[in-house]
């Protein structure tokens, strides 16, 4: 039988008459101890935490989305694809300037150009403006699937749906469904998964838009028809409409 440890002095180890060395601990030394190992890593995870939420330059930006997308561009599944747009998206939304670069009118207020991006990079970056009021009409994407980040002015962005199988030759009318309204604010976001939201139009606010389109091409390129809408909705939400492919 051991022989009774509360009389031995706090955390000193002491032999008892059977030979086995025992000591007595102070309750509140081990708990601080333990308090520390618990803290410990939960420190290190808010200090990343503060990091990922630390605003990027642009080449910031590429050194830290380039390797990640490079590893995720593979999976072209709906929910490949989600992940992959989504990843970006968090890098993006830390980045508050990318620089304007040489821009090219596109006709009717618009305007296109590009951030360079190094070799081997996924993804392309494509920089518009849109005078006050401008559109730019309701397209699907059938090639490249796209993050758009939003630097300055505002504008109205819609994303559709075909509530059938999608036919982009059909010449009859079909229903399509509004997925997203969206207002697109300096620092916001949209995704467009080619499965899902793959359908998008844009109209520019009083103070006219500037934003990049995050474009990754994960299918054949092909002719993109418009898609237009004819008369109000066919739902008491507002949502289902009846439509046609304009090819030009």
């Known amino acids: 039988m051991l022989e009774p440890t509360h009389d031995l002095p706090l955390n000193e180890s002491c032999a008892t008459a059977l030979g086995v060395r025992v000591e007595r601990r102070c309750f509140f030394a081990v708990s601080a101890a333990a308090i520390a190992a618990a803290v410990a890593p939960v420190g290190a995870l808010a ?111 819609q994303n559709f749906e075909t509530v059938e199988p999608r036919d982009y030759e059909s010449k009859k009318s079909f229903k399509v469904r509004r997925t997203v309204e969206q207002l697109l604010l300096p620092g916001h976001v949209n995704v467009v998964n080619l499965d899902r939201n793959y359908m998008h139009g844009f109209t520019a606010g009083p103070a006219g838009v500037r934003f990049v389109d995050i474009t990754t091409r994960i299918r054949e390129k092909r002719p993109t028809p418009n898609l237009e809408l004819a008369g109000k909705p066919l739902d008491p939400l507002g949502t289902l409409f009846e439509a046609t492919w304009v090819h030009t």
């Open 47 to 157: 200090r990343r935490t503060r990091e990922s939420r630390a605003p990027l330059t642009y080449d910031e930006f590429l050194a830290e989305a380039v390797p990640m997308a490079k590893k995720l561009v593979g999976d072209a599944t709906l929910f490949g694809q989600d992940q992959y747009l989504l990843t970006l998206a968090a890098f993006a939304l830390r980045v508050p300037k990318i620089a304007k670069p040489e821009l090219r009118p596109t006709g009717k207020g618009t305007a296109i150009g590009g951030n360079d991006t190094p070799d081997g990079c996924p993804f392309t970056v494509l920089h518009w403006t849109m005078d006050p009021g401008t559109k730019i009409g309701i397209h699907p994407h059938i090639y490249g699937n796209v993050v758009t980040l939003g630097l300055e002015g505002e504008a109205l962005i």
